[in-house]
């Protein structure tokens, strides 16, 4: 299968239980919950996102993309490739997976969850969005924006989960204290910073 690649670059997780690790991000263009067209955004499922995920290159197959993030990698280390988007559920499969495993990578996913995703994956970060019917209901991580309405974090709680994440919704004023205040009245969240913004690294 062919991929469209919005970015593949090389910095530091930002986010969540995995943050401060070094890792191969491969953006995948396209999501199902908006367009990416600002027009659009008002009328869309998810309104509150923060990235260009419009178009890119494409890559023929799973191993040319495997090789190129590969060639990325620096070298030593415990390499790994977090696969996001848009949602990288629309075009992530198994031999994506594969590839990149046959690279040594762990392989990481940043998910809305609406969609099924592929098996094998070393770390499932969902990241619910109200309206939508979570088709991925198990993995390491939930990584909620908040504040967001519509959303129970409680239901979210019972899931099988490692761990769970509150993660200021980046434009809204007062999102971080929102997200403080919640963590601290609700102990089973943690907070989760979107620290390469706050460093000014991609
Ligand atoms: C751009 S999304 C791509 C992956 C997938 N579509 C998703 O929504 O999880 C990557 C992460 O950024 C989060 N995110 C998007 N917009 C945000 C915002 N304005 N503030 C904080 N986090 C945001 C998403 O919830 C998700 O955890
Ligand atoms: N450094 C960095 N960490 C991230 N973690 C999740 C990201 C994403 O956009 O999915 C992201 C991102 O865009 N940059
Ligand atoms: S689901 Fe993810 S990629 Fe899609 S619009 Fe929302 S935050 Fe952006
Ligand atoms: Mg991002």
């Known amino acids: 299968m062919a991929y469209t690649v919005k970015e593949l670059f090389y910095t530091l997780q930002g986010e969540g239980g995995q943050a401060g690790r070094a890792a191969i991000f491969i953006r995948l263009a396209g999501c199902n919950l908006w367009s990416g067209r600002e027009e659009d955004r008002d009328a869309a499922a998810c309104r509150f996102c923060d990235t260009d995920f419009v178009g890119g290159e494409r890559y023929g197959d799973a191993v040319a993309l495997a090789r190129a993030a590969a ?19 629309l075009q992530l499969d198994d031999a994506l997976v594969r590839a990149l495993h046959d ?7 940043e998910t809305n969850g609406t969609i099924a995703l592929p098996a094998g994956l070393d770390w499932v970060c969902v990241s619910p969005k109200a309206g939508t019917e979570l088709k991925v209901a198990a993995g390491e991580e939930i990584k909620l924006v908040w504040p967001q309405d519509g959303i129970d974090p409680d239901a979210l709680l019972r899931l099988p989960f ?12 007062g999102s971080v204290q929102e997200c403080v205040s919640y963590c601290l009245t609700h102990p089973g969240w943690r907070l989760s910073l979107q620290t390469h913004k706050l460093l000014g690294i991609p």
């Open 71 to 89: 060639d990325l990698w620096p070298g030593g280390g415990f390499p790994l490739a977090v696969v996001t988007g848009g949602e990288p559920g």
């Open 103 to 109: 690279h040594g990578f762990e392989v990481a996913v």
């Open 162 to 173: 490692r761990h769970f994440f509150l993660q200021p919704r980046d434009g809204v004023a």
